[in-house]
């Protein structure tokens, strides 16, 4: 199977693995790419956009990547907040009156950026397509109680962290996470990647592959928590085929871009806050991704975790070979990895999904390759 695309010669390695990661079958089809000092210097893709292997992956092809549009719609209140508009230790009722109902008064919007709000899911029965009205998703989360104390424990908020930290965007500007992401970070860098997806785009669109039978998101031993996070909605892979699904702006889980796309706006976080010439934050900025927040093993996810301002940091999580490094991945194995200590980020997307939410071992292949390790 042909890999198109280029490798600096120092990273041939991360070609191989590449090219093995297509020709075992663990990839139907996918694209992968690493920036070092604000430069590409890989950027591969290969395979085909559908199951059926009728068409090809091509340069443009872009896909719905779940929860690795996280990472975009942190960068955009970290990006906020190094101007003055966020103070990430300020009540969230600050910016969002109607958020203190039910106990939350003191709820900080760095809880909302570490999944330690409280707010995992919600309480209130949900159908897919509620998920397309802002003001009742927003409005419900506002009104209801946390399940458990904020700021005490970590439990994944899937969906909901998009919402919450989406609603203090348009509060404190006026406009919603993915127009902003949009004006201010993706078009100034020419990125493919898109929080609201123009209907003009959805021929380029490659087609999500479910995980396997019994390895979905909502399947194996599930508590209280995680049962509400993954069945209120449920979560439907064939749904981000519908117009609906990509035109509306879930800022956790809905965006569209390809591994070139990733690595390119993260590289401003590796890089300081300066890319391509421009400043989008200051390097101080930038290293608020990498305060911790809270660690523990997470109430949803049941395993270890070291939550950022908005991003996963080194742990038993994900190993990392630096502590000035951030990551997260997306429901069936996207990934994106950020060194600020090395000025380079790693991206990976596919569409055929393993029934993880944290990344898989494709993504770790490519990046161990990167560093020497493959």
């Not at 890999?3 to 120092?10: I, L, P, S, T």
């Not at 085909?48 to 340069?59: F, L």
């Not at 409280?118 to 399940?147: F, H, N, V």
């Amino acid at each position: 199977m042909t890999v198109h695309g280029f490798c600096d010669e120092r990273f041939e390695k991360a070609r191989t693995a590449f090219e093995n990661n297509l020709a075992s079958g663990a990839d139907v089809g996918a694209s992968f790419s690493s920036t070092l000092e604000g430069k590409t210097v890989v950027d591969l893709w290969g395979g085909y956009r559908d199951a059926a292997g009728t068409q090809p992956w091509e340069k443009n092809t872009i896909i719905n990547v779940y929860s690795t549009t996280k990472t975009m719609t942190a960068l955009t209140a970290l990006m906020i907040a190094d101007r003055g508009g966020v103070d990430f230790s300020a009540p969230v009722a600050k910016y969002w009156p109607e958020f203190a109902a039910n106990g939350k008064a003191n709820v900080k919007v760095s809880h909302l950026m570490s999944h330690s709000a409280g707010l995992s899911g919600w309480k209130e029965k949900l159908t897919k397509d509620d998920l397309y009205d802002w003001e009742k998703c927003t409005s419900l989360l506002a009104a209801q109680a946390p399940y458990w104390e904020p700021g005490t424990a970590c439990g994944y908020h899937a969906m909901t962290q998009g919402y919450l930290v989406g609603e203090i965007v348009r509060r404190v500007t006026g406009k919603t996470v993915g127009t902003v992401f949009r004006e201010e970070i993706a078009r100034p860098l020419d990125a493919d990647f898109h929080i609201g997806l123009p209907a003009t785009e959805d021929a380029r669109v490659a087609e999500l592959i479910p995980p396997p039978a019994g390895q979905g998101i909502a399947d194996g031993d599930q508590n209280d928590l995680t049962r509400n996070m993954s069945s209120n909605p449920g979560v439907d892979v064939s749904e981000t085929k519908t117009r609906a699904w990509r035109g509306a702006e879930l800022p956790a889980a809905g965006g569209t871009g390809n591994a070139r796309s990733v690595a390119l706006v993260q590289a401003i976080l590796a890089n300081g806050g300066t890319l391509n010439g421009k400043r989008f934050l200051s390097e101080a900025g930038c290293r608020k991704a990498l305060e911790l927040q809270i660690e523990g093993t997470d109430l949803i996810l049941g395993q270890p975790v070291r939550y950022g301002m908005g991003f996963g940091l080194p742990g038993p999580m994900l190993p990392l070979p630096n502590p000035n490094m951030c990551f997260w991945g997306g429901y069936g194995g996207s990934l994106v990895i950020i060194d600020m200590q090395n000025h380079a980020t790693y991206g990976y997307v596919m569409n055929k999904m393993a029934g993880t939410t944290s990344g898989d071992m494709r993504a770790f292949s490519l990046v161990m390759a990167m560093w020497g390790m493959g």
